[in-house]
């Protein structure tokens, strides 16, 4: 069973930087490729960022430029790292392990283990 905790959250004024932190258990991490998704309320999850085992990066265009996503295999953990933040980026954050690229990385479909989310708040 996998088991995924995400931590980093908070509260943060415009213009500010948190970075977020998914601790990854029970399977070989390594060898996984791993994804960041939001949910605003009343908005679907969207995809924010993902990072295949290999180190290859995405972003959605939303937060290109602005955020990173980087991994240290050895702490089993990938981080998301959130610069220049704008009250739009207001939404619990998740993160999760990919099973398959059927649906394309952006889909959250294609992804099977989820952490329970951290909420970040953006003042304007």
């Known amino acids: 069973q996998v088991q995924l905790v995400e931590s980093g959250g908070g509260l943060v004024q415009a213009g500010g930087s948190l970075r977020l932190s998914c601790a990854a258990s029970?399977?070989?991490?390594?060898?996984?490729?791993m994804g960041w998704f939001r949910q605003a309320p009343e908005k679907e999850r969207e995809f924010v960022a993902a990072i295949w085992s290999g180190g290859t990066t995405y972003f959605a265009d939303s937060v290109k430029g602005r955020f990173t996503i980087s991994r240290d295999n050895d702490k089993n953990t990938v981080y998301l790292q959130m610069n220049s933040l704008k009250p739009e980026d207001t939404a619990v954050y998740y993160c999760?392990?990919?099973?398959?690229?059927?649906?394309?990385?952006?889909?959250?479909?294609?992804?099977?283990?989820w952490g329970q989310g951290t909420q970040v708040t953006v003042s304007a």
């Open positions: 999760a392990l990919v099973k398959s690229t059927t649906w394309g990385i952006r889909s959250p479909r294609s992804y099977d283990y």
């Open positions: 029970g399977r070989t991490f390594g060898s996984s490729s």
